[in-house]
């Protein structure tokens, strides 16, 4: 599918971004969080400001770097249609920099059509174009068709975290 990219305007783009932050935060949530309807986690989510706040301010922080991407994704008509966001990071001692997918997300009506994959791509090109030789991206535990797509990109897992609900 043809789209078009631009940079996200934190003003005008904020409730849109909100809500596919919110949508990744659920789509990654443990099972037992899960089992709440998203409707539900969305009013929970959206119910503390301090998230909101903590998002929009890594954001904004992340876009001082001039490497990172943060981006609307638009169809032809100007229809959004999913977000990007892809930040860099550095050792200045060991000499170690990687880029991280902080975020990626397609409106439902519009996967399966190879956009979060060219999104990939793009990163990929971009983050050797910047240097660095080592590409990052997350999922939840439960989120397979991400984890399905991650390995066919090449992707190997490198770290595990455990949690334990008490």
């Known amino acids: 599918m043809q ?4 940079k996200i305007d934190i003003e005008a783009d904020r409730d849109y971004c909100l809500e596919c932050h919110c949508r990744v935060n659920y789509a990654c949530e443990t099972p037992w969080k ?3 309807p998203y409707e539900a986690y969305h009013m929970e989510w959206f119910s503390y400001a ?7 301010d890594a ?6 770097d001039a490497r990172t991407l943060a981006e609307i994704l638009e ?13 860099f990071f550095s050792n200045s001692e060991s000499g170690f920099s990687f880029a991280e997918i902080q975020e990626i997300y397609v409106q439902e009506a519009y996967r399966g059509q190879g956009i979060a994959r060219q999104m990939y791509a793009l990163a990929e090109q971009y983050a050797k174009s910047c240097g660095v030789k080592v590409l ?12 399905q797509m991650h390995e066919a990109l090449g992707f190997a897992p490198y ?4 949690e334990k609900v008490l």
Do not use: H
């Open 59 to 64: 954001l904004q922080k992340s876009m001082k």
């Open 3 to 6: 789209f078009t990219r631009r």
């Open 75 to 87: 169809t032809q008509e100007g229809k959004k249609i999913g977000y990007f966001w892809m930040t």
């Open 50 to 56: 301090s998230q909101a706040a903590e998002y929009l």
């Open 136 to 147: 990052r991206a997350g999922t939840g535990c439960e989120n397979y068709a991400s984890m």
């Open 159 to 162: 770290r595990k975290e455990y």
């Open 34 to 36: 899960r089992e709440m």
